[in-house]
Structures are given as C-alpha cells and as structure tokens.
C-alpha cells in the first residue's frame, strides 16, 4: 500500500490521526494506561482525559524462589491527564473492531 | 517564568533525586537550578528512631539532582517536635 | 511550546503533580517555564501520615524532570482547542 493514502510517513503521523480516539499507552514503571488523546509534543508529551491507570505490583511471595510471585493489579480513573514523555514506551492507536 | 527567586535567603526543604531531605537558607541558584544553601542540614527519616539532623554547613547542589524545592514555613516547621516523627525515607526518583 | 502554552492557561488552578518517587502534591498552580519546572502554591502532600517530611512546606518548586503525571481540571481544559493546536504544530513541525 502507498504510505501517502493513509496518511501515515512517520511515526508521529500515527499518533495525530489517534487525536481525539482513545488510546492505549505503555509507561515506565509497569504502568499502562487508556485515555482519549487531545494533545501530544515531540517529546511524548501527552495529553489524555477520561485516563484509566493499570499498574502491575510484583509480590515476591515468602519462601518463594526468585521469578514467581503474585501480581497484583491495581486500577484508577482520572478525568484529565498529563504524562510526560520520558515515561512513555509506546503509544497504540485504538483498535478498530 | 518558574523562578526560585523568591527563595533566596528563605529556608527551604531539599529533596534530593536519591530521597534525601535537606534544610538550608538558600543563599543562590542559577539558569540549571544549581543551588548554594547555607547553614544547611540532612535530616534523616526513619520508622526505629526519631528524625536525625546531621549538619553539613556550606552546600552546593547541582541542579541535576534536585526533585523539588519548598520554602519552610519556620513557625510550622519550629513547633514540630522532629524526634517524635517516624517516617520511611523519600523514596528515591525512578524514570 | 504546546504543552508549556497548556500549562500557563491553568495558572491558578488546583492540580495533582505526581513525581517519579510517587510523592503526589496538590496546589495552585503559580508558574511553569520551558522545562515544564512548576511552582506550587498551598500544597498538600496526599497521603500526608505516610510522608511528614513535607509538613511545614506551603509552596514549592517541582523540576519538570521528576514529574510523572499531573492531574488537570477537566472544567478548564478545551479538548477541541487542544487538537487544533496539536495538528497545527504538527503541520509545522513536518515543514522543517
């Protein structure tokens, strides 16, 4: 497919056309998050409302050997977000089903 | 402009990327947020003993390593009895 | 320069700044310069029985680089203006 029919030649393209869509967002620190994007910068910068926060706690369980442990989900919501870019891993484009 | 301008000659609360509190008047800074504090202390937080203040004078801090920068209000900050205060260390800044 | 523009019309709003030590500070938003660095008046440190440390500070200034999130006021935020202003910076950035 020519790339110019999507409108999409550089990475960053992806993440304009994702304005205003909800988005599924990779951070540091075992954090992701989903959020309708309104704003982004060259640093990763985001801007996201109706963000939704997962992070993954690793419990070493007592007595357990190194690598096993319970993993434990915590979740909360905020209404209007922003994330800077040093922490983000990746930005993923709603999926359309 | 977020300037520290209006810290100078203030006492003012350091902590430090790595966790650490430090307390200081804070005799200037510059375009990097490097600091010069003086009369300036460590305090130690721990949960087994009271908070320890460890004098350390003169200090020049690059910005670098600074997370944040609060005024001390003095009479809040003299009508607290540090020795009673258990508290787990700040903990230190992860990217 | 979007992000910095952003910050400055919230000047005097109440925000959340959570820090990569996962301190979180509530207050008015005073002032922020080009590195996203913020002032904060009236801050409350949630969760302020698990960290003292911070109890007699009442403003404080954040470097921009220990920030992970900030909390923003839904009410003064114009999504629409924000996309708008994105796609333009966009637009520009792809001309260089």
């Given at each position: 497919m020519d790339p110019s029919s999507t409108g999409?030649?550089?990475?960053f393209d992806l993440i304009r056309l994702s304005l205003s869509e909800r988005v599924f967002v990779k951070l540091r620190g075992d954090r992701e998050l989903t959020g309708i994007l309104h704003a982004y910068d060259g640093h990763m910068n985001l801007i996201l409302s109706d963000a939704e926060e997962t992070i993954m706690i690793v419990d070493p369980v007592d007595g357990n050997f190194e690598g096993q442990g319970t993993v434990k989900v915590a979740k909360r919501k905020m209404e209007m977000l922003f994330v800077r870019?040093?922490?983000?891993?990746l930005v993923s484009p709603p999926s359309r089903t | 402009m977020a300037s520290l301008q209006g810290y100078v000659d203030r006492r003012v609360l350091l902590v430090l990327q790595d966790g650490r509190a430090i307390v200081g008047v804070l005799a200037g800074f510059d375009q990097k947020s490097n600091v010069v504090l003086s009369e300036s202390k460590e305090r130690v937080y721990s949960m087994e003993e009271g908070v320890e203040e460890i004098p350390l004078g003169l200090y020049l801090v690059k910005g670098?390593?600074?997370?944040l920068i609060g005024e001390i209000d003095d009479a809040i900050d003299q009508a607290?009895?540090?020795?009673?205060i258990r508290a787990e260390p700040i903990p230190a800044i992860r990217y | 320069m979007l992000i910095f523009s952003v910050f400055k019309t919230l000047t005097d709003q109440r925000v959340t700044v959570e820090l990569k030590n996962d301190l979180s500070i509530s207050g008015v938003l005073k002032s922020v310069d080009q590195f996203l660095n913020i002032r904060l008046d009236s801050i409350k440190v949630l969760d302020e029985t698990r960290h003292p440390h911070m109890m007699a500070v009442k403003n404080c200034f954040i470097r921009g680089?220990?920030?992970r999130y900030v909390q923003l006021p839904a009410e003064h935020v114009d999504t629409q203006l924000l996309e708008d202003a994105t796609r333009r910076e966009a637009a520009n950035q792809a001309k260089r």
């Amino acid at each position: 497919m020519d790339p110019s029919s999507t409108g999409i030649q550089e990475p960053f393209d992806l993440i304009r056309l994702s304005l205003s869509e909800r988005v599924f967002v990779k951070l540091r620190g075992d954090r992701e998050l989903t959020g309708i994007l309104h704003a982004y910068d060259g640093h990763m910068n985001l801007i996201l409302s109706d963000a939704e926060e997962t992070i993954m706690i690793v419990d070493p369980v007592d007595g357990n050997f190194e690598g096993q442990g319970t993993v434990k989900v915590a979740k909360r919501k905020m209404e209007m977000l922003f994330v800077r870019g040093d922490g983000v891993i990746l930005v993923s484009p709603p999926s359309r089903t | 402009m977020a300037s520290l301008q209006g810290y100078v000659d203030r006492r003012v609360l350091l902590v430090l990327q790595d966790g650490r509190a430090i307390v200081g008047v804070l005799a200037g800074f510059d375009q990097k947020s490097n600091v010069v504090l003086s009369e300036s202390k460590e305090r130690v937080y721990s949960m087994e003993e009271g908070v320890e203040e460890i004098p350390l004078g003169l200090y020049l801090v690059k910005g670098d390593m600074i997370a944040l920068i609060g005024e001390i209000d003095d009479a809040i900050d003299q009508a607290v009895d540090l020795s009673s205060i258990r508290a787990e260390p700040i903990p230190a800044i992860r990217y | 320069m979007l992000i910095f523009s952003v910050f400055k019309t919230l000047t005097d709003q109440r925000v959340t700044v959570e820090l990569k030590n996962d301190l979180s500070i509530s207050g008015v938003l005073k002032s922020v310069d080009q590195f996203l660095n913020i002032r904060l008046d009236s801050i409350k440190v949630l969760d302020e029985t698990r960290h003292p440390h911070m109890m007699a500070v009442k403003n404080c200034f954040i470097r921009g680089s220990v920030v992970r999130y900030v909390q923003l006021p839904a009410e003064h935020v114009d999504t629409q203006l924000l996309e708008d202003a994105t796609r333009r910076e966009a637009a520009n950035q792809a001309k260089r």
